[in-house]
């Protein structure tokens, strides 16, 4: 194998695999991914044979440094439970928060149903996450529930990290109450506000319904004392079902140990950061917007940005008008209208 930075470290160190059930699996794919790409390149003449030679480890190479290892993961997969001699189990958290209630609703009427749970947590200032299989679904629900006056934003793959960042911001800011995405609230997505998420075909078997997604997926409410799951479903599957026992076992442990010891759940508290910078306002609110809003919605930020800059041009104020006139090209070139040449 190649020489590397792990080479560095001698005999005795320690590795820490954070979100393992993730890591490992992108570990195996490095080096078949990195050898794929090469050897295009290399049958037909625009890479020497020796790039080869630079490459990621394999995963059976990567093993030999794994002396000391920790797996650390809410979804451990089969490979770091039998490669451990021994699972510690961390399942009570300091805030004495339980993990989400679970229920399973049909899918007749799902959405009028789940606008009704909307309500409820916006009436309580809270949010609402909502998970499908499509980004097509996502868009359509979007639209249907910003039509039913429902204050929504969706998120997919083409909204990139810093996008993300402030979509999230936003949403605990109160800005909007329902953020609607689709393999995209799972680890790391931590959010105090949420105390619903709603999983759309959850009886669909697939890579985004299976055990571990569902179960990373119930833990985006667990950070709300008020914390609930609704899966619309018109079948349990075997991933369903395993999720749900996982989850009440854990579920169950959670509540003896509060009532043993006499700790009150609280919710997260956590503050929310500022935006990324003012040197990416314009790039936010732009690209931002253009991408995660609704129809409805651009519309209306069309005919807000086209007033604002008549009226900078009425005061003579040809520079921010300008600016306005940019940014309203761009929003009418998402809507597919033509774009605006001119201040008139």
Not at 61 to 79: G, L, W
Not at 163 to 176: M, V, Y
Request: proline share 4%.
């Amino acid at each position: 194998p190649p020489y590397c930075l792990l080479d560095f470290f001698g005999e005795d160190f320690l590795v820490v695999l954070d979100e393992s059930h993730v890591t490992i699996p992108q570990l195996r794919g490095m080096y078949k991914g990195d050898y794929t790409r090469k050897k295009m390149l290399v049958d037909y003449g625009f890479r020497l044979p020796s790039a080869f030679d630079n490459r990621p480890l394999r995963f059976e190479e990567f093993q030999k440094y794994m002396k000391n290892v920790i797996f650390v993961s809410a979804t451990p997969s089969e490979y770091e439970i039998k490669s451990s001699w021994q699972t510690v189990e961390q399942l009570v958290r300091p805030t004495g928060l339980v993990d989400p209630k679970l229920e399973i609703r049909p899918t007749k009427d799902q959405i009028q149903d789940l606008i009704h749970e909307i309500s409820i947590r916006a009436a309580k200032n809270q949010r609402t996450l909502v998970t499908t299989l499509t980004k097509r679904m996502a868009e359509d629900l979007a639209e249907f529930l910003a039509k039913n006056h429902v204050k929504v934003r969706y998120m997919h793959s083409e909204i990139d990290g810093l996008q993300r960042t402030e979509l999230i911001r936003q949403l605990r800011l109160g800005e909007f109450d329902v953020l609607v995405g689709i393999n995209l609230l799972r680890e790391g997505l931590d959010i105090p506000e949420v105390s619903l998420v709603a999983i759309l075909d959850a009886d669909k078997e697939g890579f985004l319904r299976n055990n571990t997604s569902l179960i990373q997926t119930f833990g985006r409410a667990a950070r709300n004392i008020d914390g609930m799951v609704i899966m619309y479903a018109d079948t349990i599957t075997d991933s369903m079902r395993n999720s749900i026992n996982e989850t009440e076992r854990r579920r169950t442990k959670q509540i003896d140990y509060n009532i043993k010891n006499e700790i009150t759940p609280q919710s997260i508290i956590k503050a929310i950061p500022d935006r990324a910078g003012e040197m990416l306002d314009e790039y936010l609110d732009v690209q931002l917007n253009t991408k995660s809003m609704t129809r409805l919605d651009l519309v209306r930020v069309a005919l807000e940005t086209e007033s604002t800059m008549k009226k900078y041009a009425e005061d003579l104020d040809f520079e921010n008008a300008i600016k306005f006139r940019d940014k309203l090209a761009k929003i009418r070139s998402a809507l597919g209208e033509p774009i605006l040449s001119e201040v008139e």
